[in-house]
């Protein structure tokens, strides 16, 4: 079945500095990829998507470029933030065919960030 | 404002005693699906719903039980609750896999 595999946590920063979270993935068709964003306290939300082979998506200076040809979508930023520090979800790749709808997520990656 | 929302936000409860929580959304979406997240565990998912009336059992369904008699409810029910559901549930909706979740806020059980 379709999966991810996230790079393990935590992560801790100084502020400014570069960020990469590495998440490959192994899929049937062509699937749309995500990451999500947990922070304290909250739900997780929507940070950004591709839905196909070569798109970037990205979002408050966060980029992740959908890589057919190594099946990733590793996560980056070039100059984090203290506001940054949340918990990082690397969503499987949508399961299609019989199985809409399921979706589970792994541990994802505690990221700090500090001043 | 589109969200989803869950209630109650906390909840404090004893063994056996049946308790429902709450999921609306107002965004029309078709999928609706329950999570626990538990330290160290990440986030499970219980049940999901492709829409009324479909209903299908995630990762860990043991314990609980769902309904979706209308488009925009899905709540989360536990007949017996036992302290190993002490956890942290989201509800989640999307118009399909392709486009990504909304989630809630969060309800934390405690089971006592």
């Known amino acids: 079945g379709n999966s991810v595999t996230q790079m393990e946590g935590p992560v801790t920063l100084s502020e400014e500095a570069f960020l990469t979270i590495n998440c490959t993935y192994t899929?049937?068709?062509?699937?749309?990829l995500f990451w999500y964003v947990q922070y304290p306290g909250e739900g997780l939300q929507l940070l950004l998507k591709?839905?196909?082979?070569?798109d970037k998506g990205s979002n408050k200076g966060f980029e992740a470029t959908y890589r057919k040809e190594t099946t990733s979508f590793h996560l980056e930023k070039g100059s984090v933030q203290v506001s940054d520090s949340a918990v990082y979800f690397c969503?499987?790749?949508?399961?299609?065919?019989?199985?809409?709808?399921?979706?589970?997520f792994g541990q994802g990656t505690i990221l700090t960030v500090h001043p | 404002e589109a969200q989803v929302t869950q209630n109650p936000r906390y909840l404090i409860t004893v063994t056996g005693k049946k308790l429902t929580v709450t999921c609306s959304q107002n965004m029309n979406h078709e999928y609706m699906s329950w999570y626990r997240q538990d330290p160290g565990l990440g986030l499970r998912q219980i049940y999901y719903?492709?829409?009324?009336?479909?209903?299908d059992k995630g990762d860990v369904p043991e314990g609980y039980k769902v309904s979706r008699k209308e488009k925009r409810n899905f709540p989360l029910i536990l007949e017996s609750p036992s302290p190993n559901q002490t956890s942290l549930y989201f509800c989640?909706?999307?118009?399909?896999?392709?486009?990504?979740?909304?989630f809630g806020s969060g309800t934390r059980l405690t089971v006592v």
């Open positions: 899929a049937t068709g062509y699937p749309s």
């Open positions: 719903s492709m829409n009324v009336e479909v209903t």
């Open positions: 969503a499987p790749p949508n399961a299609g065919g019989t199985s809409y709808g399921k979706l589970t």
């Open positions: 591709a839905t196909k082979a070569d």
């Open positions: 989640a909706s999307s118009h399909g896999d392709f486009v990504g979740y909304t």
